[in-house]
């Protein structure tokens, strides 16, 4: 078989696995059906349960929608876009040098140490050079090569990591349109790389996995105040805003500036600068349509009586790496406890309807161990380091209790303000790779006061039992959004959020879109690289086969003929053997 008619066959089976292949990889949140939830129809809008069913199908046709060239049938029911979209990213973590494995110092070190041998550049007896030289030869190949090899798979490794990272914000954030999105914290992998090396992961970051976005500018991101301006308005609609759908929250995590006893001044600041501030609020409010509504809302001269407040998000995002100690940098911990005393004393009471809050953070809150994959754990480090916090899987009890109290107004006690319910919100973090979804609540009829503590269940058992929005149990929802990384099947989370007009609140639901692990995204772009390369050799091939020149034999009285010589034993056309002639006689054989 000619090599043309192997890639022929080669090509009619890579070219349409290929083509299938590239196709899913490129629209896999089409082939999943990833959408943002949406909020649902009015008829079913004032129910009062805080969990709405998932409409899969109404939020697969609404983000189709917006991508189709044609009008497609509207759903059923009535149900329309979260003005609030929030795209979350967890720990991308990207590596650099430092997971590079080479000896320090130049390439091939036994070459070079070899080749001063066999030079006599080397001050050695002749004996201690061919004995040095032997052992180099054998670490050429034994040490040089399969560093320099596996040096070389780690920055292709990285470099198509950067692109896999890339491919997965970019697919999810076309397909779906957020309206916001935050990256998690870990956006780097590890906190002890040097200023250049941290300035080159931070390039990659922005030029790279996330190119077309920006960090939230200082003079947005803002400190706690009484008197505050908005960041934005949330369209009723749920179009996006041009300027927050390129922007990134970035969350601080323990692999950008370290934990409690690893942070300095040095590391914060250098996040601070590429990142953004670890620190701030965010506030977007929902503007009310309907004039009898709005006449509703609390006013001090009209409405002084009513506990409606206007309708608004207020996204926290809040460093909780030095929230536990011993810290390092006490001024940085108390930095990160005033800027939470701010919160709280800004926060609107209680007993008012209409604001919700988003806290975005990096370690999760404590769970006993079984709950999630991570389990309590703390690690210190030595006093000669100063004692501090070295490495935790969760904040402590107490750092838990202060979100849930503190920033969120929630109480074991019924007699406290507004039942001890607290304000409407969610917290979403990253840090635990596999993910986790729970529910965090405090039953207030159990035993004395002093005895009850905080409890947490897996999200659907605590939502199958009836434990959400259970009365005298106030509680609230923590998200873990599993990893971004290929081991983790390239995860993203889709957070919506919508206003209840007649219940005066807001209601969220929470979805995954996974691309799945690193090695589809590279079998695809392998396989893709192949089809071209065959195509183009198949072509060469072709035009090499056309441009042969043809040789055809001459034909007489319908017989090939030669150029009239005839080898000893041949049969001439008219069937006689001819005989060998030696000096004109013709000779038997």
């Known amino acids: 078989m000619s090599l043309v008619a192997i890639l022929r066959h080669g090509l009619r089976l890579i070219i349409p696995l290929a083509v299938v292949s590239t196709l899913y990889l490129y629209l896999y949140p089409v082939f999943l059906g990833c959408a943002f939830p949406v909020a649902p129809s009015t008829s ?49 973590q990207l590596e650099g040098d430092t997971a590079i494995r080479r000896i320090p110092g130049p390439a091939f070190p036994h070459a070079r140490s070899w080749w001063s041998q066999v030079t006599f550049k080397a001050p050695n007896s002749l004996r201690q050079r061919v004995r040095q030289s032997l052992h180099d030869v054998i670490d050429i190949f034994l040490e040089d090569v399969f560093n320099e090899l596996e040096s070389l798979r780690k920055r292709i490794d990285i470099f198509g990591n950067d692109f896999y990272l890339a491919h997965i914000y970019r697919t999810v954030q076309w397909w779906t349109r957020p309206t916001h999105v935050t990256v998690l914290g870990d956006l780097l992998g590890s906190q002890w790389i040097g200023i250049e090396e941290f300035r080159s ?10 190119r077309g976005t920006e960090r939230v500018p200082d003079d947005v991101a803002a400190y706690p105040s009484m008197e505050y301006e908005l960041a934005d308005y949330l369209s009723p609609s749920g179009e996006p805003s041009p300027i927050w759908s390129r922007r990134v929250i970035n969350v601080a995590g323990n692999h950008d500036i370290g934990y409690a006893g690893d942070i300095n001044q040095d590391r914060f600041g250098r996040f601070e600068r590429l990142f953004g501030k670890a620190n701030y609020e965010l506030r977007f409010e929902l503007p009310i349509e309907d004039p009898n509504l709005n006449a509703t809302v609390v006013d ?44 709280i004393e800004t926060s609107a009471a209680v007993e008012y309807n209409g604001h919700f809050t988003v806290i975005l953070t990096h370690i999760p809150l404590y769970k006993p161990e079984g709950v999630c994959v991570d389990s309590p754990f703390f ?14 899987n969760l904040l402590s009890y107490d750092a838990s209790k202060g979100f849930l109290e503190g920033l969120l107004g929630m109480s074991g006690n019924p007699d406290a303000p507004g039942n001890g319910r607290g304000r409407r919100g969610v917290i979403l973090n990253g840090h635990d790779h596999e993910g986790c979804d729970t529910y ?59 206003f209840d007009e007649e219940t005066w609140s807001w209601k969220f639901e929470y979805a995954t879109c ?8 590279w079998f695809v772009h392998s396989l893709d690289f192949a089809a071209i390369v065959g195509i183009f050799a198949y072509i060469v091939l072709l035009v090499t086969e056309a441009n042969k020149p043809q040789t055809s034999p001459v034909k007489l009285n319908g017989s090939a003929k030669s150029n009239g010589t005839v080898p000893n034993g041949a049969v001439h056309s008219n069937g006689e053997a001819k005989k060998p002639i030696e000096n004109g006689e013709a000779k038997s054989s």
Request: charged share 25%; proline share 7%; aromatic share 8%.
């Open 440 to 498: 965090h609540y405090i039953n207030q009829t159990q035993g004395e006061l002093s005895d009850r503590r905080w409890e947490v269940e897996r999200w659907p058992t605590a939502k199958g039992r009836g434990a959400v929005g259970a009365p005298g149990a106030p509680g609230l929802r923590e998200i873990t959004v599993r990893s971004m990384m290929g081991d983790f099947g390239g995860n993203a989370g889709l957070l919506s959020a919508w």
């Open 201 to 210: 992961r931070g390039r990659r970051y922005w030029d790279r996995v996330m």
């Open 514 to 521: 996974a691309l799945g692990t690193q090695h589809f995204w």
């Open 44 to 92: 079913s809008s004032s129910s009062s349960s805080n969990d709405v069913e998932l409409d899969s199908k109404a939020a697969f046709i609404e983000a189709a929608r917006h991508h189709l060239p044609l009008p497609i049938p509207l759903r059923s029911t009535d149900s329309r876009p979260a003005p609030f979209r929030l795209l979350a990213l967890g720990d991308p």
């Open 379 to 392: 690690d210190f480090h030595g006093e000669h380091d100063g004692g501090g916090v070295k490495e935790q």
């Open 300 to 343: 001090d001269e009209k409405n002084p009586d009513s506990d409606r407040l206007p309708p608004e998000i207020r996204v926290i995002v809040l460093n909780d790496m030095n929230l536990d100690t011993p810290a390092k940098d006490t001024s940085l911990q108390d930095q990160t406890y005033a800027f939470i005393n701010s919160i």
